[in-house]
């Protein structure tokens, strides 16, 4: 034998004693359909935790066969990209805003209309009544499937010079969601709305293309906006609820995989809700505490200066009046 031939064979019976071991050990669960996810906020984020804790729930209650792969930080698109590309298929699942789905089904806005609930336990029940349920259904004409409502808490502005009340927001340049009705609201607060895709807001901070922005205190915290816009002008202007979502395509092959994987989807996806509103609150309490011992400046309205902004977006409700019924509703939720 040849000292080729020597190590020809020894390497032969390294693989076969690899494959023994293989052949050993339990069989490793392989998907059979992989499905991706996709989540603008970063890994720590609740929503983003939500989404794993959805993930994981799949993979157990499909003994494996499902894998939901989820894509954090916006890596598959900002959410109108994300929207458009579930409508043809290409991602199976997302968390977005309400905002951005009102786009499409212009009803939607009503649940996000400024000053609307007195306090986060009103929102819950009506997205957890049958208002919620109708709204959900309304996204079949988008050919989406809404799966859960998750927490987004209440919005309020921050800006880089300090701001205190009403009078001093006029004609200040303020970053909205892509949504008209955003826009149409800080019109009405007597400044300039500027349309801002999420990721690029803390650069469009720091240059001074815009003087603040709105949103909740995680965001504000997880992207880091505090720094640019350490003035916080908590007017709690509007709760813009987020929905879990699925493309008609992801249902259709899991229904092919097993006709019952739609409901254990559906089953996962409410389960992940509770996770998500859990963690929510834990984060918007931390985030708001941390942030105001870093130096972040906080203004609270009293209640006179608070009218003034809710008198403010009146039009609002005005172009809205069509919902009046739905509105008295959702008033006496
Ligand atoms: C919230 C929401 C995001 C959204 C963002 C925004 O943070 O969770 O999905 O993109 O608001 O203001 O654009």
């Not at 998750?150 to 009340?165: H, I, P, Q």
């Not at 800080?186 to 500027?194: F, S």
């Amino acid at each position: 034998m040849t000292r080729r031939q020597v190590l020809t064979a020894a390497a032969a019976g390294a693989a076969l004693t690899l494959c023994g071991c293989r052949q050993q050990e339990p069989e490793e669960a392989k998907p059979e359909l992989i499905l991706r996810y996709a989540e603008n906020q970063p890994e720590d984020y609740p929503t983003t935790q939500a989404a794993l804790a959805f993930a994981g729930l799949m993979a157990d209650q499909t003994d494996g066969r499902v894998k939901v792969a989820v894509y954090s930080g916006g890596e598959l698109g900002a959410e109108q990209s994300v929207i458009q590309q579930m409508q043809f298929g290409g991602i199976d699942f997302a968390r977005v805003s309400l905002s951005q789905l009102a786009e499409y089904v212009p009803a939607l806005s009503v649940l996000q209309l400024p000053y609307l609930y007195e306090d986060a336990s009103q929102m819950w029940r009506v997205l957890d009544g049958s208002i919620g349920d109708d709204f959900l259904a309304m996204l079949d004409e988008m050919d989406l499937v809404g799966l859960s409502w998750f927490d987004a808490g209440v919005r309020s502005f921050y800006t880089r010079e300090k701001v205190t009340d009403l009078e001093q927001l006029q004609g200040l340049t303020l970053r909205v969601q892509e949504s008209d009705m955003m826009s149409e609201m800080i019109t009405d607060l007597g400044a300039e709305p500027v349309q801002v895709v999420y990721s690029q807001v803390y650069a469009a901070l720091r240059n001074g293309q815009i003087d603040g922005a709105e949103n909740n205190w995680p965001s504000y915290d997880a992207m880091g906006h505090y720094e640019v816009a350490p003035y916080f002008l908590q007017d709690e202007h509007t709760r813009v609820p987020e929905i879990q979502l699925a493309s008609t395509a992801a249902i259709e092959k899991l229904e092919a995989l097993d006709p019952s994987y739609p409901e254990v989807l559906r089953t996962c996806a409410r389960e992940s809700a509770r996770t998500e509103r859990r963690l929510w609150a834990e984060r918007e309490a931390r985030s708001e505490k941390e942030l105001r011992e870093w130096g972040v400046e906080v203004t609270t309205l009293p209640d006179a200066e608070k009218q003034k902004f809710r008198a403010a977006v009146q039009p609002l409700y005005d172009r809205f009046a069509d919902q009046a019924e739905l509105l008295e509703r959702i008033k006496e939720s």
